[in-house]
């Protein structure tokens, strides 16, 4: 059972433009989300963060809103760029007696130039 | 430069060899995790060691044996794996499992079970 899903396996974006990169949740007991990006032979790389007590989260270029009630997160990165072409993976943790990391299934975009 | 460090980069092994997987962080952070991930599929998480300590064991088989000698270095011993276990392994860590803090990752280790 995915308890964090991100639909869209790939997205294609024009460089100047806004990306948005979407995740869906089921579990209501996640209360910090995260989004990574992950370029080919490397380790996910942290970018942004929310907490469930907030609803928009602002670092630069990236931003992510959590809407609680329809357990929905999404990343926007604006203007996109070239060098932000990797694939992206929505994470959430839960809080119901253990402290674990729940990963989505990654977006891939490609940011064209 | 990852701030966590893993060797090797790379491991192809026999199904009755016996290795061993490293994970070094430098950053006084006292949750380290391991995850596996196989081609196309989100990182899954395997341990987590809380202040040198295992706190969750996410039902992984008994050929896979986590150690945390430190609290800068933390350990996957690997005997008698399978081909299924050919995957990507990372390592993480955080500031402590409670706090709203990212997981720093790092490279990973590709392992090719022959």
């Known amino acids: 059972d995915q308890q964090v899903k991100q639909n869209s396996p790939s997205l294609s974006v024009q460089e100047g433009r806004i990306s948005i990169l979407n995740c869906d949740y089921t579990n209501s007991m996640f209360d910090y989300f995260l989004w990574y990006k992950k370029y080919p032979a490397e380790g996910p790389t942290f970018l942004i963060s929310?907490?469930?007590?907030?609803d928009k989260n602002e670092d630069g270029r990236f931003t992510v809103f959590l809407n609680k009630s329809a357990k929905h997160l999404s990343l926007h990165i604006v203007p996109s760029q070239p060098g932000d072409s990797a694939v992206y993976f929505c994470a959430a943790r839960t809080t119901s007696g253990t402290y674990k990391y729940i990963f989505g299934t990654g977006t891939r975009l490609k940011v064209l130039a | 430069d990852t701030e966590v460090t893993q060797t090797p980069k790379h491991l192809v092994m026999g199904m009755t060899n016996k290795k061993s997987l490293k994970c070094e962080q430098h950053m006084g952070h006292r949750a380290m995790y391991w995850y596996k991930q196989k081609a196309k599929k989100p990182p899954e998480l395997m341990f987590v060691?809380?202040?040198?300590?295992?706190?969750i064991n996410e039902s992984v088989p008994s050929r896979f044996s986590p150690e945390c000698p430190n609290s800068s270095l933390l350990n996957l011993h690997l005997h008698a794996l399978q081909p299924e276990d050919s995957a990507l392994y990372l390592c993480?860590?955080?500031?402590?499992?409670?706090?709203?803090?990212?997981?720093?990752f790092g490279d990973g280790t590709r392992l090719s079970i022959l």
């Open positions: 929310i907490s469930s007590i907030k």
């Open positions: 993480a860590s955080s500031r402590r499992t409670g706090q709203n803090q990212p997981q720093h």
């Open positions: 060691y809380s202040y040198e300590k295992l706190s």
